[in-house]
């Protein structure tokens, strides 16, 4: 081959190897430089509503664009995930993710969904199981719920968020050797709340924010685990209760790593801010902090554990 050959050949080589790093240094290259959805799969009012609209000006502030929050309801968070699978994976769609919620829903073969492989961008804050009543019940304790269960077995009825409240409460109930008639609410606890307060059922399966925001008009009978609800005051924790509910923010499958590391360092400095990391921890929440790799490790553990 002549000089002139080799020399031919090597620009070439250069000019393609000078595309190929402009072409993939250029996949986030002015992203994001359009308005960003966010999907919550609840009805306005739960838990995951709060979230968002926590989170929301801080990340439009972050990315410098707007952040506009719309709701998929239905099968117990199923409808809002399914749509968030079906989105396009370029960073503009995210969505709520509610752990061990998306891992109980991902089980059944319809949902078309597997919660192992969304792309995930960080967990923000748990909250430990709550077992609620409207004020003006009967149940003054979660002693009286306990001899009440066993005079009248079946007889008490208390809501929950779609398969995983039944399985939460279920949990609780083999603890306190009770049986009772589980009535499950679509739509999340939103939809769940009017139905204590109107006294519909007799108790609710959640977690301790919603006992801390509902607290003049509901009352906890118990949370999950052995660490107090400073907000909660006095009510009794069981420590065999390993209740837990845990959010976060995802993005479709197969969304590029570095548009996820984009949304992560937004999704952190709006977090550790001071008014949003005050307003999780009074709201009976534990503030997370998390990378992508944490929070995709974190759901693996809930797929092992709720998996099956």
Request: aromatic share 8%; charged share 10%.
């Given at each position: 081959?002549?000089?002139?050959?080799?020399?031919?050949?090597?620009?070439?080589?250069?000019?393609?190897?000078?595309?190929?790093?402009?072409?993939?240094?250029?996949?986030s290259a002015g992203?994001?430089?359009?308005?960003?959805?966010?999907?919550?799969?609840?009805?306005?009012?739960?838990?995951?509503d709060q979230q968002a609209r926590r989170l929301q000006p801080g990340l439009e502030k972050a990315l410098g664009v707007k952040v506009r929050i719309i709701y998929k309801t239905g099968g117990g968070g199923a409808v809002g995930f399914g749509e968030l699978w079906r989105s396009k994976?370029?960073?503009?769609?995210?969505?709520?993710?509610?752990?061990?919620?998306?891992?109980i829903a991902g089980k059944k073969a319809s949902v078309g969904f597997k919660a192992g492989k969304f792309s995930?961008?960080?967990?923000?804050?748990?909250?430990?199981?709550?077992?609620?009543?409207?004020?003006?019940s009967k149940f003054k304790t979660l002693k009286d719920f306990i001899a009440e269960a066993k005079a009248n077995p079946g007889k008490i009825t208390v809501a929950g968020v779609g398969?995983?409240?039944?399985?939460?409460?279920?949990?609780?109930?083999?603890?306190?050797?009770?049986?009772?008639?589980?009535?499950?609410?679509?739509?999340?606890?939103?939809?769940?709340?009017?139905m204590l307060l109107g006294k519909h059922v007799d108790a609710g399966m959640t977690a301790s924010n919603h006992a801390v925001k509902h607290r003049a008009k509901l009352n906890a009978l118990v949370v999950a685990g052995s660490k107090k609800i400073p907000a909660l005051g006095n009510v009794p924790n069981e420590p065999k209760w390993e209740y837990m509910?845990?959010?976060?923010?995802?993005?479709?499958?197969?969304?590029?790593?570095?548009?996820?590391?984009?949304?992560?360092?937004?999704?952190?400095?709006?977090?550790?801010?001071p008014s949003v990391a005050n307003a999780i921890s009074k709201g009976g929440y534990e503030n997370l902090y998390q990378t992508p790799a944490e929070a995709a490790a974190y759901v693996g553990a809930a797929v092992k554990k709720f998996g099956n």
């Open positions: 081959m002549t000089q002139h050959n080799y020399l031919r050949k090597g620009i070439l080589g250069a000019v393609a190897g000078a595309f190929v790093a402009i072409t993939a240094g250029s996949v992203y994001p430089d359009k308005p960003i959805t966010f999907i919550v799969p609840y009805s306005p009012g739960g838990g995951s994976n370029d960073g503009y769609t995210i969505s709520n993710v509610v752990v061990p919620n998306i891992v995930y961008i960080g967990m923000t804050e748990r909250a430990v199981g709550a077992l609620m009543v409207p004020k003006g398969s995983t409240g039944k399985v939460n409460m279920a949990a609780l109930g083999s603890i306190l050797n009770i049986k009772y008639t589980y009535v499950p609410v679509s739509g999340g606890v939103g939809k769940m709340i009017p509910t845990t959010w976060g923010v995802m993005a479709p499958p197969g969304t590029p790593a570095d548009r996820v590391k984009i949304l992560n360092a937004a999704l952190l400095k709006t977090t550790r801010a």
